[in-house]
């Protein structure tokens, strides 16, 4: 991350102004909005984490989706919107709670509070329309609500946002998401000339009159507040010394496939990859890429194969059904050694299980989904930075080998927002993979070195090439060889690729000191909250420290050395896993989390897991409780 | 980024090769004794043959099943990938790479069946290939389980007594779906027809539909004896825009002038009815292709890391 600089504070006339009111002075806030669905609450989160880090704040946003697209109104599941935790410095991920939500109706914020995603004392500005609506039975739901809300310190400020902009919308059901974000404006005191261009960014295919409405809409919320709110907070700003961008994780995605230099995206819809589609459709026409959208999930993938198989850099994007469904053709890209890269934005499984909602779930299914023995490599980028860089590096690891690359990400990280530093491009990551010089005489299809398994890749067009690529077993001429040494040659080479791969790898670093008591292992979007539970746990003098994987198949080296200078190891991870102390559960039949049984197969090494199902990120504080807990249980693996 | 748009063999240098039939030819072809799959072969070599088409300009991609051995018998490029799912791999070889020849060969397991759905959306696309369905009514690399084109009351392994429904008609199938652009039905026991109509169908500009009707000595011999022995139940669909034999004239004597751009006549001529009916159903040329409506200019790496830093503008802090 970028070394800061402090800038200096806004000056006197602001003091001024503010003169009389309590200036809360703090290091990083959680700030969220939630309404029904369709209120546009994801809008306006979305314009302040974009602005909050643009004016140089570190920021991470996580959205809050209801699972249907119209859920009732004002119903605590329904609740949609979005949840920004900013600071001064790097934030890593979405936290613990809440410190202040701005909420539509008290229904949806009664959801909030039943998730305990509040923070005990968080300030919550509530549209209250509802205390004085004509039907009874709403006024009733907001008297009950207020009173289950009175457990609890909040501090709730009612806020008449339906009358304010019925001033200046006759609709103010399109619009209060503009006026809620002024409020946010004027409390976080942010630059009103970036909200307005972030505005215009939002709204950049609407027409003139809605940016100059919605404009309208955010000054209202702003004024309001100034003239109602006793208090502002503060949190400093450090404008980063080196240029920064800040974008989702499928945006990342899809702009790292650009810079990858892929050519075709073949995809499917489905929830929560299909997003990254979206931004590619937009803009890939003009880099000359064409994002195809199959019949089925299973097209798509035998689209990008066909279209690899001919010399083209593709890829294609999928959540878990999805991938599910594509892994015959997964197995076969890996027989005939088309490259292929894969990306996975997890979400909740099995079935169609949690489609909009976070889950590590996949990890076993993408390495091992395949039938036979289908080796391959898996990464798992941790933030969006890495979304974006492991497209290029999942290129070219998939055309190095000739294998297939999958790329998990999930849904944290799909519609997470974070700033990362601008990634220096390179116009050779654009290279086409394969000129169409014609092939030497004698030149087996596959000319495995024996020692390594890697073979020179052969596309059609190429003169004296030709040979019929085949999912049957085959020998180096790629002819159909049910022989045993054939066919146990060809498990050998395919293989043999994937160690060779592990041998470039570097060991993974240790978060903290490089032994303790504890190591927590991560993989994926979990990483900045595994982190920060670690900082905490030193800060209370524990021994922990952690270490966080990015390629899953091969595994990096060094793990077993890591992991001995370590009392305990243990996994954290977002897929679930059997408790120790459940009943019927033994030390032999507990179900582990998935990459605690790949560390224990591969290291031998008593690795114990704590994972967690919530349909959302991990929490630091949670983390900390189980790392607390896992140290009280004792030392000696 | 660059596209193949010229080869490097094709690109200002004078290619003086010929290709005779031998040149096509792969691994030796391992059908049963008496399968129609060989005389299908024969006639696709003498179609490479009459048209010089290039070995590695073209592409032969497939399914699985017994027709599906088809490319490692050619000396082209191959691709024998999945069952059902060779329209979607070729979809993406000529999407990319339009200026290569594709051709796919499936059975009907592979085509009516499994990858039924793939038949359909590539019937729409239109993309500028050939797909010959070799229809010999059953499974056979498997051992005789039903197909969607069995016969009705049609034993098999899997239906001992008979099958129960009625066989789904391909022909009709293709014609119902949006774009068709090109369907014809031949019988590889005609090798004349056949050839035609795959000449016919390499030179139609879209989505090529072949049905090859194609005995199985195994598992379906009687299905098509009829058709054989008795040459008046095949019907001869003919017009000077479609296929005429006249040499055939003596043996098939049942014609019927059809011309293939009328759609609505294909679809009555389609229906099932005692006369076996080959020949050109439909073909239109004025239907758009898919990878024609995607095609896209192509750019340097240097234009695109230039665009793309624009992009990334957008997004800056």
């Known amino acids: ?637 | 980024m660059t596209h193949y748009g010229c080869s490097l063999l094709s690109c200002g240098v004078i290619d003086e090769r010929t290709f005779e039939m031998d040149d096509y030819q792969g691994a030796v072809a391992r059908w049963c004794p008496g399968c129609g799959d060989h005389s299908i072969l024969t006639a696709v070599q003498r179609l490479l043959e009459e048209e010089q088409l290039k070995p590695e300009e073209t592409v032969f991609v497939s399914g699985i099943g017994c027709s599906s051995r088809f490319p490692h018998y050619l000396n082209t490029y191959g691709f024998h990938g999945l069952h059902g799912r060779a329209l979607p791999v070729a979809t993406g070889v000529k999407l990319e790479r339009p200026e290569l020849n594709v051709f796919v060969v499936m059975g009907d397991g592979d085509c009516c069946s499994i990858g039924a759905g793939h038949w359909i959306h590539a019937t729409r696309y239109n993309v500028d290939m050939v797909a010959l369905l070799l229809d010999n009514n059953m499974y056979g690399l498997t051992k005789g389980q039903t197909s969607p084109t069995t016969p009705l009351h049609f034993p098999s392994n899997t239906q001992p007594r008979g099958t129960y429904l009625e066989a789904l008609n391909p022909v009709q199938a293709t014609l119902g779906v949006t774009n068709a652009s090109f369907v014809a039905q031949t019988a590889e026991w005609i090798p004349a027809h056949l050839y035609e109509t795959l000449k016919a169908a390499y030179h139609h500009k879209g989505f090529s539909f072949v049905r090859i009707l194609q005995r199985c000595p195994v598992y379906t011999a009687s299905v098509y004896d009829e058709a054989v022995r008795k040459p008046d139940v095949i019907e001869m669909m003919v017009h000077d825009d479609g296929i005429y034999l006249p040499d055939l004239d003596q043996i098939y004597k049942q014609k019927i002038v059809h011309n293939p751009k009328d759609i609505d006549g294909a679809r009555r001529l389609a229906e099932v009815t005692e006369r076996v009916r080959l020949g050109v159903f439909y073909r239109n040329e004025a239907l758009p292709r898919y990878e024609d409506l995607r095609r896209l200019p192509a750019h340097t790496a240097e234009e695109r890391v230039r665009l793309l830093s624009e992009e990334l503008d957008r997004y800056a802090v």
């Open chain 1, 1 to 637: 991350m970028a070394t800061k600089s402090k800038t200096a504070g806004k000056g006197t006339r602001k003091r001024a102004k503010d003169e009389g009111r309590e200036i809360i002075r703090v290091s990083e806030h959680t700030a969220e909005i939630v309404s029904d669905s369709g209120e546009g609450a994801q809008k306006c989160g979305q314009i302040f984490g974009a602005v909050c880090a643009k004016m140089g704040n570190g920021a991470w946003t996580v959205e809050i989706i209801p699972a249907e697209i119209q859920p009732p109104p004002r119903s605590k599941a329904g609740g949609s919107g979005n949840r920004v935790r900013f600071g001064t410095e790097r934030i890593t991920n979405w936290g613990d709670a809440t410190n202040l939500v701005v909420a539509f109706n008290e229904q949806v914020l009664l959801g909030r509070h039943e998730l305990d995603a509040l923070a005990d004392d968080a300030i919550i500005l509530l549209e209250n329309m509802w205390a004085t609506h004509p039907d009874p039975d709403i006024q009733q739901q907001w008297k009950e609500a207020l009173e289950a809300l009175s457990t609890r310190n909040y501090r709730i400020i009612e806020v008449p946002m339906e009358e304010e902009c019925l001033k200046i919308v006759e609709d103010p059901r399109r619009g209060k998401n503009m006026f809620a974000l002024g409020l946010f404006a004027f409390i976080y005191d942010r630059d009103l000339e970036l909200i307005r261009a972030q505005i215009a960014h939002q709204f950049r295919k609407k027409s003139e009159e809605v940016y100059a409405r919605n404009v309208l809409l955010m000054e209202a919320g702003y004024a309001w507040a100034d003239a109602n709110l006793d208090f502002r907070i503060e949190i400093p700003t450090v404008k980063s010394d080196q240029p920064m961008v800040v974008m989702n994780g499928n945006e990342a995605i899809g702009m790292g496939a650009v810079a990858a230099g892929m050519e075709l995206c073949s995809m499917y819809p489905i929830t929560p990859a299909t997003s990254a589609s979206h931004y590619l459709s937009d803009v890939f026409d003009k880099f000359g890429g064409v994002v195809h959208q199959a019949e089925d999930e299973i097209a798509a993938v035998g689209v990008a194969i066909g279209a690899s198989y001919a010399g083209k850099v593709a890829f294609t994007i999928t959540s878990g059904p999805g991938l599910s469904l594509k892994q015959e053709f997964l197995g076969l890209a890996v027989m005939v050694e088309v490259p292929l890269v894969v990306v996975d934005v997890q979400r909740g499984g099995p079935s169609t299980g949690l489609p909009t909602k976070v889950e590590q779930s996949d990890l076993l299914a993408a390495m091992f989904g395949q039938h036979g023995d289908a080796p391959h490599v898996v990464l798992a980028p941790a933030t969006i930075e890495e979304c974006f860089h492991s497209m290029v590096t999942a290129r070219r690891i998939a055309e190095t080998f000739r294998t297939v690359v999958m790329v998990l990400t999930d849904a944290n990280l799909a519609t997470g927002v974070q700033p990362f530093p601008r990634p220096e491009l390179d116009p050779r990551w654009q290279q086409a993979p394969v000129s169409l010089s014609p092939i030497p005489e004698g030149k087996p299809a596959y000319d495995w070195d024996p020692r390594t398994g890697l073979s020179s890749r052969r596309v059609p067009g190429q003169k004296d090439g030709m040979h019929t690529a085949t999912g049957l077993a085959h020998n180096e001429w790629s002819k159909v060889a049910y022989d045993p040494e054939s066919h146990e040659r060809g498990c050998r080479m395919r293989s043999r690729k994937i160690a060779v791969l592990q041998h470039t790898l570097r060991a993974p670093e240790v978060y903290g000191e490089e032994s303790g008591d504890l190591l927590v292992v991560g993989w994926g979007s979990t990483k900045g909250a595994i982190e920060e539970a670690v900082d905490r746990a030193r800060a209370q003098g524990l021994s922990v420290s952690s270490c966080h994987l990015t390629f899953l198949s091969p595994l990096q080296p060094g793990l077993k050395e890591i992991f001995r200078r370590f009392e305990r190891v243990m996994t954290v991870e977002i897929n679930y896993s059997d408790e120790p102390h459940d009943p019927f559960i033994t030390d032999e039949n507990r179900r582990r989390a998935q990459l605690c049984l790949l560390l224990r197969a591969h290291t031998l090494v008593d690795v114990d897991c704590w994972s967690r199902v919530p349909g959302q990120p991990l929490r630091p504080g949670f983390i900390l409780n189980a790392i607390r807990e896992r140290l009280a249980m004792g030392v000696g693996v």
